[in-house]
Every structure is written in structure tokens, then in C-alpha cells.
């Protein structure tokens, strides 16, 4: 099997009931649960949407709310002056009105392939001491909400994804018209979700059914 009839098996699973016609009430009730219990239903209030091409303190603080800590070290690096350049740098040319799941095949390589800027500052985020892919995903997702998926253990591995192949795994997840629709379904079941992207949707149920696995299995 190949990687998108692997990722694309996964959602499907994830997103439909047993039998493949309707949308999955464990979905609907993990969206409805996160956003009245979990932390991280504050992400969204929290990152800082004035500063488009610059790490602050309000985008530090709002992955916290998403299960990690940026080290100190890193956060004085990200504040600081040279650091600050790099970044905008690669920011400006990362459009911020593009979503992941309107992305068109012809645009994935340039915006979110290897040789991409998005890659390039994920890249520098990576290597920072204490930081590695998830903590770099989640400061990206900060920046970019709509473009960049939250990089989360669970998540990947509810999709059966990589972290090198995380990003092109959700946008062939979102590029399914069937997908993208079941997942239009569970966001519109759950009024408290009506502001979120088929991205952060698709992003809370697989990270709720990887924890609720991870639970089950202990």
C-alpha cells in the first residue's frame, strides 16, 4: 500500500462510522469534548495574529496550550534580533490567506514541498536544542494556521503518517472531496466549532483518537 492509500484509509476510518455512509459520532463527540475540556481549545485565541512575519510571546504562549514548552534558550533565540530576521525572512514569502485544504497540486511543492520556504523554517526550528518536529510544527502552525497542520505524535500516527511526509499526508487527506465533506459534517454538528478550519478540525479528532487509544491501551 502506498502512502496516500494508506493516509487516505486512515481518515476514512476515523471519519465514518463502521459502516461507511455517516460521519462518525465518536468524531463529533471527540470535537464537541475538546473544545469545552482541552487546552488547546485556546490556541486559537492566543497566537498572535498582528505579527505575520515575527515569533512572539503571545505565539510561545499559545503553543503551550497545545502540550509543550519552547526552551527558554529558544525563546530568547526566537525574540532576538538575528533570529527575528531569519524567520521574517522566510515568513514573507509564505502567503498568509493560503489554506492547505484550497491548496491546489500545481502549488504544493512551492508552498510546503522540501524546497519550499515553509520546509526551509521548519527546518531551522527542528534543529534548535529541546525543540525537534513537533514543537517546531506547532510554532509554524502559529504563524500559518490555515497552511501549516499541527505536528502531533498522535495525530501522525493515527494517519500513518511520518514526520518528513506529515504535511503532504494531511493535504492529501484534505484534497478528497468525500473527506473534506464528512469533515464539513463534524464541524457543522458542533456549534462551538463553526470558526475552524477543515484543518484544525481534521487535527482535533485524530490527535483525540490517538490519545484515546494511548489511553486503552495502558
Not at 487516505?8 to 455512509?21: E, H, M, N, S, V
Not at 525543540?131 to 517546531?136: E, L
Amino acid at each position: 500500500m502506498d502512502g496516500a492509500s494508506l493516509w487516505l484509509g486512515q481518515a476514512r476510518a476515523l471519519l465514518f462510522d463502521a459502516r461507511g455512509r455517516d460521519v462518525s459520532p465518536t468524531a463529533i463527540e471527540d470535537l464537541r469534548s475538546y473544545l469545552v475540556e482541552s487546552d488547546g481549545r485556546f490556541f486559537e485565541q492566543l497566537y498572535d495574529v498582528h505579527a505575520a512575519n515575527r515569533f512572539t510571546a503571545s505565539d510561545l504562549l499559545a503553543v503551550t496550550s497545545l502540550g509543550v514548552v519552547v526552551p527558554p534558550p529558544v525563546v530568547m533565540l526566537l525574540l532576538e534580533r538575528t533570529a527575528t530576521a531569519t524567520v521574517a525572512s522566510l515568513l514573507s514569502t509564505i502567503d498568509t490567506d493560503r489554506c492547505v485544504e484550497d491548496l491546489p497540486p500545481e502549488d504544493y511543492e512551492q508552498l510546503l514541498g522540501e524546497r519550499s520556504a515553509a520546509w526551509s523554517l521548519w527546518d531551522f526550528l527542528n534543529v534548535q536544542p529541546g525543540i525537534g518536529p513537533t514543537i517546531a510544527g506547532k510554532l509554524m502552525a502559529a504563524k500559518r494556521p490555515r497552511l501549516i497542520p499541527i505536528s502531533d505524535f498522535h495525530v501522525k500516527d493515527t494517519l500513518g503518517a511520518t514526520d518528513r511526509d506529515f504535511w503532504k499526508c494531511v493535504w492529501t487527506v484534505l484534497a478528497d472531496n468525500q473527506l473534506r465533506a464528512a469533515l464539513g459534517a463534524i464541524r457543522d454538528a458542533v456549534p462551538d466549532a463553526w470558526n475552524l478550519s477543515l484543518l484544525r478540525v481534521l487535527d482535533i479528532v485524530a490527535w483525540s483518537a490517538g490519545t484515546a487509544l494511548m489511553r486503552s491501551s495502558l
